[in-house]
């Protein structure tokens, strides 16, 4: 039996929790950087080597904060659920039932602050899971009894409203959702949305106009229990793709589709209107997701950065190739979500450490790179501008980065206007930090 590929190098899990306290910096860290940069991944606890595929591991997050020019603290906690609470004998967790919950309530894949509380979440059905300032598990939370199920992965703020957009799938369900949450950390607005089928949908946007949906064939596979430690959805190409249009605060018979060609995407780096009206999405682009027929979870085919244009009035969306250098995670200035903009940024796939860190400028459609040896993987940027008024692109790019030749974790913090320089910072971490998902930056003053 060959080796689990989840379960070696840095994918493999590390073996406990951790706090350190002033950590060693080489650079100088910008002293407007008052906050946590936080992310969240797998980490299984007891995992099965001849099952385990890496998005079923239990969460654990990985936090540093900076204050004042100073690395103050690193920690890693679990995001507590059946599993893990069972082979730690701790307590069980605290919070509502959940009747969607699968494999003992594991979140793993995002992490954020909103109305003053912190949420590690997860797509699917499970809830997200508030933790503390200092990231220990608080309790699964249902929204003050306002989210009617499960939530996602991947909910957008909207920089308008201060409200959240998300759509949601539960495996138990027949249908998806398109849930607002209020400033007040409350389910306002839930509108469901019948399907021709069950898709995994693991990212949304919104423009100001509509919300954006992604009805894309990686769809639910009914002959593999969803109690399994299997992914239970398959490639599906003969289910077709298609883009949707909902009105904000229209109804479902008011979405109006538009086909592509079949494909998979996991992230949307943004979307806005043109001028004449149309919707402008750029995605990371997989030519499959979960196909058997290559003996594996992806085509082959590496994932691209393409532009689909969707005029509402015609039926089939319009695609760009904008690099086809293989990449993942987007992000922008998330002051910008929804609003045309300029500028993204991206991360390598960790089997090619070598293209770096992208930086676009979509206005020019250039680009550049930041690189510091083929030895460093870098985890998904995070931009954080200098001050609330600062112009896109005037800050700082954040991310977690994988040394194989030390088999060590670090922080880099880098001049967003000098991408491809020298970090001004290097935040050396006490351990690895395996390859996960997703994070943010948490400013102090976001903490409830």
Request: proline residues 9%; hydrophobic residues 35%; glycine residues 10%.
């Amino acid at each position: 039996m060959p080796e689990n590929p989840y379960l070696t190098g840095n994918y493999a899990p590390v073996d406990d929790e951790l706090t350190t306290f002033d950590l060693n910096v080489t650079g100088s860290i910008p002293p407007e950087l008052n906050g946590c940069l936080l992310r969240i991944g797998p980490n299984p606890i007891n995992p099965d080597p001849d099952d385990y595929f890496w998005f079923l591991g239990n969460g654990m997050v990985h936090g540093l904060c900076l204050q004042e020019g100073r690395a103050t603290w690193y920690r890693s906690r679990y995001v507590r659920d059946d599993q893990v609470v069972a082979a730690k004998q701790w307590p069980p967790v605290a919070g509502p039932d959940n009747p969607l919950q699968l494999l003992g309530g594991i979140v793993n894949t995002n992490i954020m602050a909103h109305a003053g509380r912190l949420w590690a979440l997860i797509e699917a059905g499970n809830l997200p899971v508030e933790l503390d300032s200092e990231l220990e598990t608080v309790g699964r939370t249902n929204m003050d009894g306002t989210l009617p199920g499960g939530f996602t992965a991947h909910p957008h703020l909207d920089p308008e409203t201060g409200e959240l957009h998300a759509v949601v799938y539960s495996l138990f369900w027949t249908h998806i959702q398109y849930l607002v949450v209020g400033t007040n950390g409350c389910v306002r607005k839930s509108v469901n949305i019948q399907l021709p089928g069950l898709p995994m949908i693991h990212d949304c946007m919104f423009t100001k106009h509509y919300v954006i949906l992604l009805d894309l064939p990686v769809v639910a596979d009914e002959s593999i229990p969803a109690s399994s430690g299997e992914l239970p959805f398959r490639w599906t190409p003969g289910y077709g793709a298609r883009v949707g249009l909902l009105p904000r605060e229209g109804t479902p018979e008011q979405i109006s589709w538009h086909e592509l060609e079949p494909c998979y995407v996991f992230h949307i780096m943004n979307g806005f209107e043109d001028d004449q009206g149309r919707v402008i999405l750029d995605v990371v682009r997989h030519s499959s997701f979960l196909d058997l027929s290559t003996q594996g979870e992806g085509s082959g085919k590496p994932p691209t950065l393409v532009r689909w244009t969707v005029d509402p009035q015609q039926t089939t969306v319009q695609e760009q190739c904008l690099d086809d250098r293989p990449q993942e995670f987007p992000r922008i200035d998330e002051r910008l979500t929804g609003k045309p903009y300029r500028y993204g940024y991206t991360s390598p796939l960790p089997t090619v450490p070598e293209i770096g860190l992208t930086k676009y400028d979509l206005k020019t459609g250039r680009s550049e790179t930041h690189l510091e040896g083929r030895h460093r993987t870098f985890l998904e940027p995070v931009f954080v501008p200098c001050a609330p008024d600062a112009a896109e692109d005037d800050g700082w790019v954040m991310a977690f980065v994988y040394d194989q030749e030390k088999n060590s974790s670090d922080v880099v913090i880098i001049q967003a206007r000098g991408f491809a320089a020298e970090p001004v910072a290097i935040i050396h971490l006490p351990r690895r930090v395996p390859f996960g998902f997703h994070g943010n930056w948490v400013p102090s003053s976001s903490f409830g």
